[in-house]
């Protein structure tokens, strides 16, 4: 329960933070965060600017946890929390978001500039406007409601801000809970916003298993016109994309928790081969993400995928190197009947007169982190979906009424 009053002035400073939320926005987007795997440099410059901004906005009190990668310039990945002290000192509300984003794609799909956000139609449009903008943005601004109306919360505040959740995670939250295992507490409500629906009514209790592949095919470089004198790698590599498609039928367990609602396996990334049409590739690389269901082991999985490329490589004489890019095997997931679910859905309820229900998702979340040391934790927000598309979009109402729901969840006793 809240005090309905109090909740009633946060939300209306939450309205009145409107344009200063766009204009957040839009200075985030103009500082690309993109991590080295992905191609870019880090994070380092866009959370210089986020600290200074949320100086100027009334928070005081910050903890860095910074990573080191010697694979950018500032030879770090950062880190960073700040907190709002409650009545309960030892017990907090986190909402934890992420500073990296992927990469625009091909400029020519974008109608402008994907790093100069603008506002058209109600919406914000630029990369990472949505996500993880989006709710960073609003879990900022509902604990500046809070701080600006003088409220003592029951629970103690604490916002997250990590770097590297677009490839492994090691350099942020996994980094940050390996030094530090007494910052986030079995008792904490722990909401990460990074997945939901349009309705924002899913909230993300458990997720699938992760596992990237790497397929390196090697055969025998030839003139095309003399195929007899070498192995094509390319045949060889794509009869083994045909075979593994047998995955699907091998793991075929189905759980309505899930959507969707079985494992999936798919050939994602290819590379270059040779570049002229005349040669035979002696050499040849994939990529597949496979979501398994957590029913299933991810060692069997291996195994499987292991047979099937030892019987491509008899059949064409080839060698094929199988490398794990990500290897995670889903925790358990978070009870239904846990105090974050509850929490949520009542914050939902409130703000948005939506039933919100629990379920499972195949993208992989901060929360699987937690998960894995028996902290409960929970994925909420009401998104429209189109993160890592060209003109990503945030509906401004969306960040408006995220805030209230966080802001709810801080009320919360």
Not at 27 to 44: R, S
Not at 268 to 281: M, S
């Amino acid at each position: 329960m809240i005090n309905r009053d109090i909740f009633n002035k946060i939300t209306a400073r939450i309205d009145s933070y409107r344009q200063t939320m766009i204009d957040l926005q839009i200075g985030l987007c103009a500082i690309p965060a993109i991590g080295p795997d992905n191609g870019g440099d880090g994070e380092l410059l866009k959370a210089h600017y986020l600290k200074s901004r949320l100086i100027e906005l009334g928070f005081n009190y910050f903890r860095s946890y910074d990573a080191p990668d010697e694979n950018v310039t500032s030879k770090l990945r950062p880190n960073f929390i700040t907190t709002i002290e409650g009545r309960n000192k030892s017990k907090f509300v986190w909402i934890i978001t992420h500073l990296d984003i992927v990469p625009p794609g091909e400029i020519k799909l974008w109608s402008h500039d994907p790093y100069s956000a603008y506002e058209k139609n109600g919406c914000i449009f630029g990369r990472g406007v949505e996500d993880n903008q989006q709710d960073m943005v609003a879990s900022i601004f509902a604990a500046r409601a809070i701080l600006e109306e003088g409220v003592i919360t029951e629970n103690s505040i604490g916002l997250g801000f990590v770097a590297d959740e677009e490839t492994s995670g090691k350099k942020g939250l996994y980094h940050m809970m390996s030094v530090d295992e007494k910052l986030f507490g079995r008792n904490d409500l722990i909401v990460i916003p990074d997945s939901g629906n349009s309705q924002g009514s899913l909230i993300e209790i458990a997720e699938k298993s992760i596992l990237w592949l790497s397929f390196k095919t090697r055969g025998k470089q030839c003139h095309a016109s003399n195929p007899q004198l070498g192995k094509n790698a390319f045949v060889a590599s794509s009869d083994l994309v045909i075979k593994l498609s047998r995955l699907k039928k091998i793991f075929s367990k189905s759980d309505p928790l899930y959507n969707p609602q079985t494992s999936t396996f798919e050939p994602t990334k290819k590379e270059a081969n040779v570049g002229n049409i005349n040669t035979i590739p002696g050499e040849d690389i994939f990529y597949m993400d496979c979501r398994v269901l957590p029913d299933y082991n991810l060692e069997d999985v291996m195994k499987v995928i292991k047979t099937i490329a030892s019987k491509v490589e008899n059949k064409f004489k080839v060698q094929i190197e199988i490398s794990p890019i990500q290897y995670f095997q889903a925790p358990p997931p978070t009870s239904v009947t846990s105090p974050v679910v509850l929490a949520l859905r009542e914050a939902v309820n409130d703000v948005y007169g939506v039933r919100a229900s629990a379920g499972g998702v195949g993208a992989g979340t901060l929360a699987s982190y937690f998960r894995t040391k028996n902290i409960p934790a929970a994925v909420w927000s009401k998104t429209c979906q189109n993160a890592h598309q060209p003109d990503e979009s945030c509906p401004i109402d969306n960040m408006l009424g995220n805030a209230k729901v966080f802001a709810h969840i801080f009320l919360q006793n």
